[in-house]
């Protein structure tokens, strides 16, 4: 039977994408793991690849095409021995759109099912699904990609199945009433994304806008997937977040000396520190030394991570990246300052992988470079809080024999979720922040 080729959803928050370049051709070919087309998804180009064997027998949907939702159909691929009939049935829309409800209510299964403390389902619902098997007569037997995942797990065979689907296809409740086979079920950890609410209606129409600008010049901008994401998650930011502000400045001429010193021993080696770096690791040691403010909303839970996996903004054409920089509270000083330039550099040219600007617990965004002096940052979520830094200002202060010095001080200021850190609490994680860039020495200790 021939089967639709769906827009895939390549990142949690992904509702719909472009297909910027089909890599086959109809006629072609093709097995599980071969790469079908290059998807713009919201925040970057990815590879789609194959999850069955058979030959494109249609391309629905062309190359270049924007706004394709998320499950809509976009090729047909035939198996073996099929001819252009079957590509009029699996046209069909109302078949391709049961199919598409049985995977959605699937997938919905899988993440309301049962977690333990660590947030192991019983199914993977995150990882790859198998290819589709084929049964003794050789045709393909056509299952739900999350049906064929559990059955992997449990040692089924789905030959053994009849399915409840449309035109007999298995889902998920057909495979979890079988009997397992004697291969053990695999232990396997999801973690549930956290996709943004969609923003909500304007109150005002761009039309209504359009007509407070007649006889204006002005240009007419469209709003890519990029653009849409980042409003709707700063709209669900601002509308759900209770935010609280905690500002502190810090004197930076210890660190700029002991930077200098680190600099001239790296000269050579391809690394050069930046000040960033050790806001990086300070954020990072402090979240462990206060580690109650190192957790994240999640709904009707906080989680309370236990490695400091800090994101880091990094303003791209049209928007922004956070890549998140794991494990930084173990990593040394010239490793974090390349992993960041990497991820910075691969940000800008739109090829971090999901899983490369997915997570942590806290955010840094530095506009000091550009001569802001302070400003408050929106803390994304479900971050618990992001520390907004300003540019080092040379200053007059007062040192501690009561004489008038200049000092270079950055101003930062900590935008935290209330709901996760109390006001105490968060002044404990900024206080600990600025003590590691007053005393950079202790920060390799």
Not at 19 to 46: F, P, R
Not at 79 to 85: F, I, K, P, T
């Amino acid at each position: 039977m021939a089967t639709q080729i769906l827009m895939p959803a390549l990142s949690p928050t992904m509702e719909e994408g472009t297909l910027a370049k089909w890599l086959v051709k109809e006629g072609d070919t093709v097995s599980s793991g071969d790469i079908l087309a290059e998807i713009e998804t919201d925040k970057a180009t990815m590879e789609f690849e194959a999850v069955d064997e058979g030959t494109i027998g249609k391309i629905l949907v062309a190359e270049g095409t924007s706004g394709v939702k998320v499950n809509d159909p976009i090729a047909v691929l035939l198996e073996e021995g099929e001819d252009a009939s079957a590509i009029e049935e699996a046209s069909d829309p109302s078949v391709a759109q049961d199919a598409a409800a049985e995977d959605a209510k699937d997938e919905k299964a899988a993440d309301n099912a049962p977690a333990g403390k660590s947030g192991a389902s019983k199914s993977d619902s995150g990882s790859k699904a198998p290819a589709a098997p084929k049964g003794s007569d050789g045709k393909r037997i056509f299952a739900s990609p999350l049906a064929r995942r559990i059955a992997a797990d449990k040692g089924i065979d789905l030959a053994s199945l009849s399915g409840s689907g449309p035109k007999g296809r298995i889902v998920k409740a057909d495979v979890e009433g079988a009997k397992a086979g004697s291969k053990p079920a695999a232990a396997a950890a999801s973690a549930k994304s956290n996709a943004p609410a969609s923003a909500p209606a304007p109150q005002v129409s761009s039309s209504a806008i359009a007509k407070m600008y007649e006889g204006r010049e002005y240009e007419e901008i469209e709003l890519n997937g990029m653009r849409k994401t980042i409003a709707a998650r700063l709209t669900e930011a601002k509308q759900t977040i209770p935010h609280f502000y905690l500002r502190r400045s810090v004197k930076l001429d210890a660190l700029m000396k002991f930077r200098s010193q680190l600099n001239k021993q790296l000269e050579g080696r391809g690394v050069k520190l930046s000040v960033n770096d050790f806001i990086i690791k300070a954020c990072a040691l402090a979240l462990q030394a206060v580690p109650d403010a190192n957790a994240v909303w999640a709904g009707d839970k906080v989680f309370k991570l236990k490695p400091s996996d800090v994101a880091v903004a990094v303003a791209i054409e049209g928007g922004l990246f956070t890549p998140v920089l794991k494990d930084a509270e173990s990593k040394s000083l010239s490793s974090l300052s390349s992993e960041m330039k990497d991820l910075a550099a691969r940000a800008r040219d739109r090829k971090l992988a999901p899983h490369e600007y997915q997570g942590g617990s806290f955010a840094i965004s530095n506009l000091g470079m550009m001569g802001i002096e302070n400003f408050d940052a929106v803390i994304n979520p479900p971050h618990g809080a992001i520390l907004a830094v300003g540019a080092g200002i040379k200053t007059p202060v007062v040192n501690d024999a009561g004489e008038i010095e200049v000092a270079t001080v950055m101003s930062m200021t900590l935008s935290v979720d209330h709901r996760v850190i109390d006001g105490a609490l968060g002044a404990d994680l900024l206080k600990a922040i600025c003590e590691n860039l007053e005393n950079p020495m202790l920060m390799l200790a």
